[in-house]
């Protein structure tokens, strides 16, 4: 296993990724060649199915950046899924209760820890056969994304097995009655994000966050988060797209 986001994370700087949301295992090869400390493919919101998501993971496979999956929800079967193919971390979306995160931390470790069962397809080639230091290695992170998350976020970031938040800012805007992707965000909105991240600290796991640019990714990382995603594949693509048809109308 490549091990870079384990590593950046252990010597205390923020690791910054990219987000992958298209079927192209070629695409993904660039952004993962970019320098990225991870990658991560999209199997909740992203044009992807599982034998997508499989073959980019081992497109990724060799390269120096650290691939994980979100998936598309909170099950034991498709986590399982995720980190057979070879996934070195999970993203789980919508953990609203200990309950839920006590679930997705199961789904992530193998007895005693957990409820994983062990069929590791070629998860062994990056990550090794033993069970206890593929249950060490392997990284669960839960979603705060709700009213409901955030009311539970102390209890969720202090369930064993969890070993970050990952912060959904534009879900987490619109349980709050709030447009998603504001420039500026209103106070309510800034002080729950604030707070999770600051559940983060207190029980000793990564906060991390969502970002849309560059720059946003380096304000996140200037407020205390440690694992940041900059961008997406779709997104440069569209941005790029436009920027160079602006310049070449003359715009």
């Known amino acids: 296993m490549t091990d870079r986001l384990r590593t950046v994370l252990a010597e205390g700087r923020t690791a910054f990724g990219a987000w992958l949301v298209l079927s192209n295992p070629a695409s ?23 034998e997508d998501m499989r073959d980019i993971i081992l497109t990724l496979k060799g390269l120096e950046t650290t691939p994980i999956v979100r998936v598309p929800i909170n099950d034991a079967s498709w986590i399982g899924k995720a980190l057979d193919v070879g996934a070195e971390a999970v993203i789980v979306p919508l953990v609203n209760s200990k309950a839920d995160a006590e679930r997705a931390a199961r789904a992530s470790r193998f007895p005693p820890l957990g409820e994983r069962s062990f069929g590791l397809a070629r998860g062994h080639l990056p990550l090794g056969r033993n069970p206890v230091e593929i249950d060490r290695d392997v990284l669960c992170f839960a979603m705060i994304e709700t009213r409901r998350g955030l009311a539970a976020a102390d209890e969720i970031c202090a369930t064993p097995g969890i070993d970050g938040i990952y912060i959904g800012p534009s879900d987490l805007a619109l349980s709050l009655g709030v447009p998603p992707m504001l420039p500026e965000p209103p106070a309510e909105h800034a002080e729950a994000v604030a707070g999770v991240m600051q559940s983060c600290v207190e029980a000793g796991i990564v906060p991390a966050i969502h970002a849309h640019s ?8 200037d407020e205390g988060f440690r694992m940041v995603t900059c961008t997406s594949d779709a997104a440069i693509l569209a941005i790029g797209g436009l920027n160079e048809l602006r310049v070449a109308r003359g715009g």
Do not use: I, K, P, T
């Not at 993904?28 to 992203?46: I, K, R, W």
């Not at 560059?214 to 990382?221: E, N, S």
């Open 28 to 50: 993904a090869e660039m952004l993962g060649s970019l320098g990225f400390d991870y990658v991560c493919v999209d199997c909740q919101h992203g044009l992807l199915a599982y």
């Open 214 to 221: 560059g720059l946003d990714a380096r304000a996140r990382a």
